[in-house]
């Protein structure tokens, strides 16, 4: 992994693909984890992280047989899961030189997370991560309960920013940020303006210690017009945060609710911190760099219709997330998929207590194609519907049963196909106009699973 310095992290872009998906819940498999409180009616959208988490030792449970998914996760355990699944990721172990930390004021060797903490991170990382004590010494504060913000602005510097998603422009980074209502944005209208409003709240005071201790949601700004005019400025911070906003809720790994609530000083708690570990794997996997982090092969359960999370917000919501719709969500270019028999997953139902259905709702000109699967062991007939509420947008889907894909027309839904024996299968939308100019509205897409045939002319 290339090193850099602080100042040169800054302003570097990195790649972002789409990662998120859908399932209802289906067998467990002989060695799933289980826990005395984890159920799918409350934690359904997290059921499939905490198992694999769970049985690869990554975040286990405890003694009593609680995995206490509400529990809040502080920044040592947040760094002990990550140097866990990512056991080859040891950015400040091989660092030297100027990039090189040799100790942080209070985690000393006697700290039960010394080695996680000092083998991970090094000069190259930025905003929330470190700053300086009273005393002018490099802290880390390891005892930091997490909110969701200072979270995201940490995962700015893993990985060598490949988080970040470099086929955004400052503009769109700026029209996605725009839409969050609770972690604020400013679009200055000349230098002038911008400069003081940089100056005013003290961003700059102790370097980034400020950002790293402030409790409060410090403003991204831009300079521009309007959302659609408008581009970074000077500011480090602000365009590092927007860059990992955006690119966060463009990959599904942390999003906002369907309201666009991001909800930025609530805690992590236990089942988001797995499920977004769980993200960043399949994230980095998809983008083939996975290599570069880990030797650990996650067996992925079924996570389609069968059982797993929400649509990305990490609050049960249901709502998908996924793409911004600045970026393709198949290979980055325009135009159809480059592979369409391989079923993804990327977006996740929220299921019904009977756990045979589930719906995924979403405006995918805002947030991307709807791209999920469904795995149907132990049924033999899968009813797929799929509307738009907007009648006048259209969206076809791809049905990928087993390796074949088929374009079915949304004239065509609702539709009964036969599963048995089949052990995945995939969907993914595909939007017929993709003029940029219409806002187009949600589309509901709804699968149910039975054993029986709904319909007398099921194929």
């Given amino acids: 992994m290339k090193m850099k310095t602080i100042q040169g992290k800054i302003s570097k872009w990195c790649t972002c693909i789409l990662t998120a998906a859908l399932i209802l819940p289906g067998p467990s498999a002989a060695s799933a984890v289980t826990f005395s409180d984890i159920n799918s009616q409350q934690n359904g959208w997290a059921l499939s992280s905490i198992s694999i988490m769970a049985e690869n030792q990554i975040l286990t449970g405890y003694p009593d047989g609680t995995f206490q998914p509400n529990e809040t996760v502080s920044k040592a355990e947040w760094t002990v899961m990550m140097h866990r699944l990512f056991d080859t990721y040891r950015p400040n172990l091989y660092a030297s030189g100027a990039n090189k930390i040799e100790q942080f004021a209070d985690v000393t060797p006697e700290h039960w997370a010394y080695k996680e903490i000092s083998e991970i ?27 969701r913000l200072q ?139 996975l290599v570069d982090y880990s030797t650990i092969d996650l067996k992925q359960p079924g996570t389609a219709i069968g059982g797993t999370t929400n649509g990305g917000n990490g609050n049960g919501s249901g709502t998908g997330s996924g793409s911004s719709g600045v970026s393709d969500p198949w290979n980055g270019s325009k135009g159809s998929p480059s592979n369409q028999t391989a079923a993804n997953v990327r977006d996740y139902f929220k ?77 993914r939308t595909v939007l017929r106009d993709t003029n940029p100019l219409k806002k187009g509205g949600n589309v509901v897409l709804s699968v149910r699973l039975s054993k029986e045939n709904p319909t007398p002319d099921a194929k």
């Fill in 121 to 147: 991170y090094d000069n190259s990382f930025q905003w929330g991560v470190f700053g300086l004590s009273q005393y002018g010494q490099l802290s880390f504060r390891p005892d930091t309960q997490l909110n």
């Fill in 151 to 289: 979270l995201a602005n940490m995962l700015y510097s893993f990985f060598d920013t490949r988080m970040i998603n470099r086929q955004m422009t400052p503009n769109d980074v700026c029209s996605i940020v725009s839409n969050f209502k609770d972690v604020p944005s400013k679009i200055l209208k000349n230098q002038d303006d911008y400069d003081k409003a940089v100056q005013a709240d003290g961003r700059l005071d102790s370097a980034n210690a400020q950002i790293s201790t402030s409790s409060g949601v410090l403003p991204s700004l831009f300079i521009g017009t309007g959302v659609g005019d408008c581009q970074f400025g000077t500011d480090g911070f602000s365009n590092a945060q927007a860059s990992i906003l955006a690119s966060l809720q463009s990959s599904g790994i942390m999003t906002a609710n369907n309201s666009w609530y991001f909800r930025p000083l609530d805690k992590v708690t236990r089942a988001e911190a797995v499920t977004i570990l769980n993200r960043i794997y399949n994230y980095l996997k998809k983008s083939y760099w």
């Fill in 351 to 427: 299921t019904q207590a009977n756990g045979e259905s589930g719906t995924i709702t979403k405006n995918i000109r805002k947030t991307g194609e709807i791209e999920t699967a469904v795995f149907p062991s132990g049924y033999n007939f899968l009813t797929i519907d799929l509307i738009s509420q907007d009648k006048t947008e259209f969206v076809d889907m791809y049905v990928i049963s087993d390796g074949k894909s088929t374009l079915v027309k949304q004239e065509s839904f609702p539709m009964t196909i036969s599963v048995n024996g089949v052990s995945e299968v995939g969907l």
